[in-house]
């Protein structure tokens, strides 16, 4: 099963091997600009331009809200062990919610505007998010002290499974892999428009990423 969120103002579930639509999850009342499965899968976040965000579970299409940013909601994640969501917004700050009470139980500000991608690390003790003014910010999960700046206008972000990289789809067209401790950077080109997108292979080995040039493209690290 796979989900796809949409200006329509819905979350849609699709059975991978048929094609055909399971179920429709209304509620919102404006563009869902992100979604995020649980670790555990019976659960999807989904981050809308109605400035909330919704916890909704896949099997009866009940669903929690979560209210807190002043603009529309524009990226989400879930924690690794599933208990914590992170959601960044247009009012430029990523929040931190308890799944379970529904409450926010930290507040991530960066004044760098609206915040495209965030994205946990494999252990679940830092978050990456990036905007366009220029920034690209690892935070612990924890303290939410800033720990690094990188310079980047970026979109996608991911963090490697194996190393201490962090994966960035910039609106340069280049994705960028940053040594997350040296703050040095290797450099893939190739797409011709923002790269929006960028998955980590399970291994590591390989990063997909995904480009308003129309393309989907996989490269060997």
């Known amino acids: 099963m796979i ?13 991978v091997e048929t094609g055909s639509l399971l179920l429709t999850l209304d509620g919102h009342t404006d563009s869902v600009n992100g979604i995020a499965y649980s670790p555990q899968g019976y659960r999807i976040a989904s981050a809308s331009q109605d400035r ?4 909704w579970d896949t099997t ?4 929690i809200t979560l209210y807190g940013h002043s603009k529309g909601a524009s990226s989400i994640a879930y924690s690794p062990g599933g ?3 992170a959601s960044g917004g247009e009012d430029g700050t990523v929040r931190l919610w308890d799944v379970d009470t529904g409450g926010c139980v930290r507040v991530l500000q960066g004044r760098d505007g609206t915040v495209y991608g965030i994205a946990y690390s494999p252990q679940g003790n ?39 990289v ?47 040039d129309k393309t989907v493209r996989i490269w060997d690290l």
């Open 3 to 15: 989900a796809s969120g949409s200006w329509d103002k819905t979350v849609r579930l699709w059975d």
């Open 52 to 55: 909330t965000v919704r916890v």
């Open 60 to 63: 009866t299409g009940a669903c």
């Open 83 to 85: 208990k914590r969501i």
């Open 126 to 164: 830092r978050i990456a998010s990036t905007n366009y003014n220029g920034t690209v910010r690892v935070w612990d999960a924890d303290t939410v002290e800033c720990l690094s700046v990188f310079r980047h206008s970026a979109w996608g972000v991911a963090f490697s499974p194996k190393s201490n």
């Open 166 to 212: 962090l994966a960035c789809g910039g609106f340069d067209a280049t994705v960028r892999l940053w040594d997350i401790g040296s703050e040095s950077y290797r450099t893939l080109t190739g797409h011709r428009s923002q790269v929006s997108s960028v998955v980590y292979s399970p291994t590591g080995n390989q990063l997909a990423s995904g480009s308003y």
